[in-house]
């Protein structure tokens, strides 16, 4: 666990409120700030809650985690540390770690926050706290403590739901697709294309600890499920494929945008560029791809129409959004390689384009189609009919009239 990387602090000085605590301090980079006794107010009654469902005694859980502080201490790096002994440090992770698991039980279970009076708008901070790069434990910790207590089960469970909670659009849209015409304004894929070598990413283990291993953790448990999980944002799930009369389809995960993703994706990021943590930074590739797709509001609009994006925010706030964060990052080259390939010959085809906007504009309901399709065949009747009345041959009718206008 370390402090976010100094090039992602110091060139942008609003990002920086990002990267830190707003209502809770959790772990000990921020630990004894006074901004954040609040939530030090809060937190020991979640430890109590927690020590108490769990069958087990202060004393016990205490010493169990006294016991293993060593091997806790290696998982920071040794600047986060040092200025904590080991009483010091062992209290740090006994509060913190029993709040973060009673606090996802309660979030996850009937939101029980009520029965601690817990207010609804702390709550809320208290989820964006929770995936800050810097505000991190390691997860080996939440694992030793849900091994102690007697409900263990469930309380593993509540982390996988409300993981998923945070990277999962409504059930019944996991697959979308969008009609193509934003590669009329995305950015040339030449713009995109970074400097930066592939890496194999490396599979954590959750309870390993070692000075050459980062430790899990929640943010990455977060990160785990968004590339491989519910919303799953390789490249595999993100294709582009040709369709009928000349129109092309991106097909992409749905994701809901609100005020916790900037924070969320900020970190994420900021995770990815700890100089110690191999990866092939894919969110970091997710986010440049989706700001390769956004420039401006009616591009999220189409997103939006497409039930691609689950929009909480306004158009132009969410453009600025991914604009802003899609500034500088150097993505994996290799992710998405194909997908941006495919776009790019799909638009130097300038004639198939244009087609396939007119469509889009057009005809994107079937009910439109018909009806043009109507009007079209009324008027080849129409004009059909005129040309047979002023251009068909004289017949028998015609001959007789003729010699009665002569008699």
Known sequence: MQKVIFLLREPVDDFRKYYEPKVVSLGPIHHGNPKYQLGENYKLPLTYEFIEGSGKNVEDVYN??????????????????????????????????????????????????????????????????????????????????????VKKEEISKSIETYIDLH???????????????????????????????????????????????????????????????????????IKFTKQFLFRGQLHLPPIVVDVSTRPKFLNLIAYEMCLDFENDFGVTSYISFLDSLINEAKDVKMLTKAQILHNFLGSDEVAKLFNEIGTDLVPNIEIYRDVRSQIQKHYKRKWLTLIAQVFHDHFSSPWTFIAFFGALLALALTITQTWYAVNSPPGPCDNFCKNLTLK
Not at 84 to 97: G, K, N, P, Q, R
Request: hydrophobic share 35%; proline share 4%.
């Open 64 to 149: 169990m985690i006294k016991e293993k502080i060593y091997e806790l201490r290696t998982c920071f790096k040794e600047e986060v540390t040092k200025k904590y002994d080991d009483e010091a440090l062992t209290s740090i992770m006994i509060v913190d770690s029993c709040a973060i698991l009673q606090y996802i039980y309660c979030a996850t279970n009937n939101n029980k926050f009520k029965e601690l009076n817990i207010k609804t708008d702390s709550v809320a901070f208290g989820q964006q706290n929770l995936f800050l790069l810097e505000n991190q434990l390691p997860y080996c910790l939440l694992t030793w403590l849900m091994s102690s207590s």
């Open 167 to 237: 990277v999962k659009a409504p059930a019944d849209q996991q697959s979308n697709w969008l009609s193509w015409r934003l590669c009329q304004r995305s950015k040339p894929q030449e713009a995109q294309s970074a400097k930066e070598e592939s890496h194999d990413e490396k599979k954590p283990e959750d309870c390993t600890i070692s000075k050459a291993t980062e430790p899990v953790h929640l943010l990455d448990h977060l990160r785990t499920r968004m590339l491989h999980g519910p919303m799953y944002i390789h490249d595999g799930k």
